[in-house]
């Protein structure tokens, strides 16, 4: 069974940074795919960015040049460095994560980030 635990959310000011971590407490699993969504309020859940455990990345068009998802896949790790942040990225994030291609989604609890003045 997967357990992931979210890390490093908050309240930063715009064009602040801040630092996500997701890390599964639970399994000894090979991760294939770990990432990242979020849902701001009234709002659907969307992906921001996702990495497989051959290092290939995707992100949302929203956050490219600004967020980076990185893996430490020997120890199901992943991070998300979030920088020049904008109100817009106000949202609650959840970690995802899948076994296999196609296989079940896990989610964490979910961490929020506020970006305001």
């Known amino acids: 069974q997967v357990q992931l635990v979210e890390s490093g959310g908050g309240l930063v000011h715009p064009g602040g940074s801040l630092r996500l971590s997701c890390v599964d407490s639970?399994?000894?699993?090979?991760?294939?795919?770990m990432g990242w969504y979020r849902q701001a309020p009234g709002k659907q859940r969307e992906l921001v960015a996702t990495?497989?455990?051959?290092?290939?990345?995707n992100y949302a068009d929203s956050v490219k040049g600004r967020f980076t998802i990185s893996r430490d896949s020997g120890k199901s790790l992943v991070y998300l460095q979030m920088n020049s942040l904008k109100p817009e990225d106000t949202a609650v994030y959840y970690c995802?994560?899948?076994?296999?291609?196609?296989?079940?989604?896990?989610w964490g609890q979910g961490t929020q980030v506020t970006v305001s003045s």
């Open positions: 995802n994560a899948r076994l296999s291609v196609g296989g079940k989604d896990y």
């Open positions: 639970a399994s000894s699993f090979s991760i294939y795919l």
């Open positions: 990495s497989t455990r051959s290092g290939s990345t």
